[in-house]
């Protein structure tokens, strides 16, 4: 069947380098001394701790559950004993700590009871359950919570189910090796996600620079007598950005406004059909990742890896070469530096690149922009990146939202290409960063002004039911008096003067008694917030308590961490 | 650590780099032009030259940028091979000198320097000094010129007086003057068969220098320094008003082939309305400004009181390029049906 490609403008083709990678099957890396499992590996809420120093954990035991929908489950590695659960280095540009589970492994690599299941006897949000509970995400980069990914859109068909081989990345290969040793069970995996989003069709994107894998995954789908298309498309950067593919296999553009079910199409990336087979079917939750080990080492190599690892110790299997001045995680593209070599490998880290000066030597100096244009062609989204890079150098970021700032995947082609040398996506970040803390801000003062004009309220709305209750005695006082006078005289100063204070503002005193039923509402709403400590022994709450205490500072920055991982368009080179 | 972010690849491109093709692409426009007149091309090249990379130290100096790296650009050498091959090849040096000020001092650095400048630093210089010395800077010598490089050289550093047989016209002046001579009475076909002035189809002479431009223009297209929308865009809009005049009356006006070989047709087309500063960036945009110079140029050179017109239609589209980038801001990824 001749499948009909569509194409993205821009892109771009850098020297892909993924030959010295690709010469030695997929590896396991040896047990570590040590493993530092972060808590917090996915998008979305940062799962609760399950375990204490001392716990002895077994292989596959969840040491951290899913907080709510939005974020995935974590799981002890190997069997061994828990030391600690502390703060540690993150694998992230920032390097600053997070939340970390550290094992020390007794070598038995001892099983919990796996318990594989069947998932067509199971419910469709049962079978999102269970990948939830197993951690599977999207392994391409994005480490988008997978399940919250598996619902077709209410008023739209599912007509495209798209598996993403595409592994666009210079030097990154570990997609490669996954499709051609396992291709089966990836297989299996999309079938999993078909059936739970029941597409019209399932295409299987890679890029024509990888024949073994094309040839591998078409035989798989063969053999297993699905009706899946394995489709080769050209080998240009970012081809496997979920948007480029989607557009490339099925003419479609998703916009950053939407969600691509909404356009009745679905991305997964080919090591996230893997993990999702192997949790339903074999009980296995996500452990460990396949990992391209590359760049400035003697033997580069795909490895499967524990996640939790310290760099240190992985490294240590390519035999990095003297010159090395740092490792990057993920592409040369959208990678970067990692802090240290205490950060752990995590789900997220598909390749790890020792750099040198001769690999990627430093950049020229910045120089003014002279307007070419060249960015704006490389640009897969289409952008004007000069015109964004001038208003985020100005600070005038309302004009940087004009020309649709967060449109920008951050793919890096227009740094790439720019003349002037200028680190354009720096610029694209920084911009963004400023405009989601100046949000965050007006969102504060919004909250302190509401709380301002709440207790100005409630203040006048006192004001009036004292007044109300003083009309009323004086009322009472009145009516108990009027007997009294024998006289017929109306006691016309006396009501009139009473009764005025109440009749003259009861406009005032239903906004006051509206404005207090809503301050009701509110606290009202505020104490059924969801706890997840509900349900659980005293100690065990006490103790969550405790850990809430000591993550109550981190909090703020883990939700800047968030809010940059979960801004809609941001897609990792090889997406979920 | 010397990198800290994405992408941590860079392709092998740099400003210079992109002006030393540009001086490249020039390179066969300057033989021809060696050919038809002599060395004296490449001593005006050369004051130009000078002149520019000084007047652009000064100023960096001054303005306390770093002086080896924008030096190094190769920009201000750009701007002064356009001047001397912009104006007329016997000029006084101290014409060439002015005009290099110009461009350097106000029109490139008063504005901002390298990248910030609206207008076209070659067209300021070649318009102010035509405004200011419009006798000098319309004489264009013969291409058979007479004297050897010596005698070019008097002419000018000034220790010779200028003489008649030294200036001529362009071929565009000479058609303008012969029309308006001959009174009606002489039909445009029959003043351009005179081949001894108006050579093959454009010009004796100069045709090839504009054929010489168009290849290296060519060629900078091939390599993707410039794309083709400008330079398409204003040869099409010199071409169509003049093509659409010439089939109207013939005898009033010469075809759309003459216009595009003569002047500063291809040299503007290839060199000037590319200026990637001063242009339009987004491709309608681009078209947009190259058709609207190209046509402004055609109606200065047949209508106006200049011989050419390509300068002022460049300078007046430059002030219009926010404007046109403005309204041309292409639809991005995802939102092409709204
Ligand atoms: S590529 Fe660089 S120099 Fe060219 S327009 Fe873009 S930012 Fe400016
Ligand atoms: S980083 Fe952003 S602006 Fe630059 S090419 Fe990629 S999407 Fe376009």
Known sequence: ?576 | MNFTTPPYLIQDVSVQRIMLQVLAALLPGIAVYVWLLGPIVLLQIAIATIACVLAEAGMLKLLNKPLALFLGDGSAIVTAWLIALAFPPLSPWWLIVVGALFAIVVAKHLYGGLGQNPFNPAMIAFAVCIVSFPALMSQWPPVDLPGGFAEHLALVMGTAPRLDAMSGATPLDALKTALKLAEGTQAVPNILADARTFGHFAGRGWEWVGVAYLLGGLWLWQRRIISWHAPFAFLAGIGVLSGALWVVNPAGFASPIFHLFSGGAMLGAFFIVTDPVSGCTTPRGKLIFGFGAGALAYVIRVFGGYPDGVAFAVLLLNICVPLIDLYTQPPIFGMKNK
């Open chain 1, 1 to 576: 069947m001749l499948q009909q490609l569509f194409s993205f403008k821009g892109g771009v083709k850098p020297d892909t380098n993924k030959a010295p990678s690709v010469q030695a099957p997929i590896g396991t890396a040896p047990l570590p001394r040590l493993l530092v499992v972060p808590l917090h590996q996915s998008i979305g809420g940062m799962p609760n701790p399950l375990v204490e120093a001392g716990d002895r954990v077994l292989k596959g035991q969840l040491i951290g559950s899913a907080d709510q929908w939005l974020s995935s489950a974590v799981h002890a590695p190997t069997s061994g004993t828990v030391r600690a659960i502390e703060e540690r280095v993150a694998a992230h540009p920032s390097g600053l700590p997070t939340l970390s589970v550290v094992i020390e492994p007794d070598g038995q690599d001892q099983w919990i009871e796996r318990q594989p299941l069947d998932y067509q006897a199971l419910e469709p949000e049962r079978v999102r359950e269970v990948l939830r509970d197993a951690g599977v995400v999207g392994l391409g980069g994005a480490v988008f919570p997978s399940h919250a990914k598996l619902s077709a859109a209410k008023a739209v068909a599912m007509e495209e189910l798209v598996i993403n081989g595409a592994e666009c990345e210079p030097y990154m290969t570990c997609d490669d090796l996954l499709m051609r040793e396992r291709a089966d069970d990836i297989v299996r995996g999309s079938g999993i996600f078909r059936d739970l989003l029941q597409p019209k069709r399932v295409l299987i994107g890679i890029e024509d620079n990888k024949p073994e894998a094309a040839a591998a995954m078409k035989a798989a789908v063969e053999r297993l007598g699905e009706n899946f298309e394995v489709i080769t498309v050209p080998t240009r950067y970012p081809a496997g950005g979920a948007k480029q593919l989607i557009r490339v296999l099925t003419g479609k553009e998703v916009p950053a406004s939407k969600r691509s079910p909404e356009m009745g199409v679905q991305c997964f990336n080919v090591a996230t059909a893997y993990t999702a087979w192997r949790a339903i079917a074999h009980g296995e939750p996500v452990l460990s990742r396949i990992v391209t080990l590359t760049g400035n080492v003697e033997q580069a190599r795909n490895w499967d890896v524990l996640l939790g690892t310290p760099l240190r110790d992985f490294v240590a299997l390519g035999q990095a070469r003297p010159d090395t001045n740092g490792y990057l995680m993920g592409g040369p593209m959208m990678g970067f530096e990692m802090p240290g070599l205490d950060a752990p490998i995590i789900k997220a880290t598909n390749c790890i690149i020792a750099s040198s000066a001769r690999l990627f030597p430093p950049p020229a100096p910045e120089m003014p922009c002279i307007r070419c244009g060249a960015c704006a062609e490389a640009c897969p989204h289409e952008l004007q990146p000069f015109e964004m890079y001038w208003f985020a150098r100005a600070r005038n970021f309302g004009k940087t939202q004009e020309y649709n700032i967060f449109d920008c995947i951050e793919c890096g082609c227009c740094s790439y290409v720019c003349p002037s040398h200028i680190p354009l996506v720096q610029y694209f970040r920084f911009a963004k960063s400023e405009i989601w803390s100046r949000e965050r801000e007006k969102a504060m003062a919004d909250a302190a002004k509401a709380r301002f004009e709440l207790r100005n309220e409630r203040e006048e709305r006192e004001k009036a039911e004292k007044a109300e209750r003083l009309a009323k005695a004086a009322a009472a006082k009145a009516a108990a008096k009027k007997p009294e006078p024998a006289d017929n005289a109306t006691p016309a100063s006396a009501t009139s003067g009473v009764d005025a204070p109440v009749d003259a503002d009861p406009a005032a005193a239903k906004k006051a008694a509206i404005a207090a039923a809503m301050e009701r509402a509110r606290q009202q709403r505020e104490s059924v917030q969801p706890k997840n400590t509900d349900g659980l022994s005293i100690a065990q709450r006490k103790e969550i308590a405790e850990i809430e205490a000591r993550r109550a500072p981190l909090q703020a920055r883990q939700t800047a961490l968030d809010t940059e991982n979960t801004e809609p368009q941001r897609t990792k080179s090889n997406d979920q």
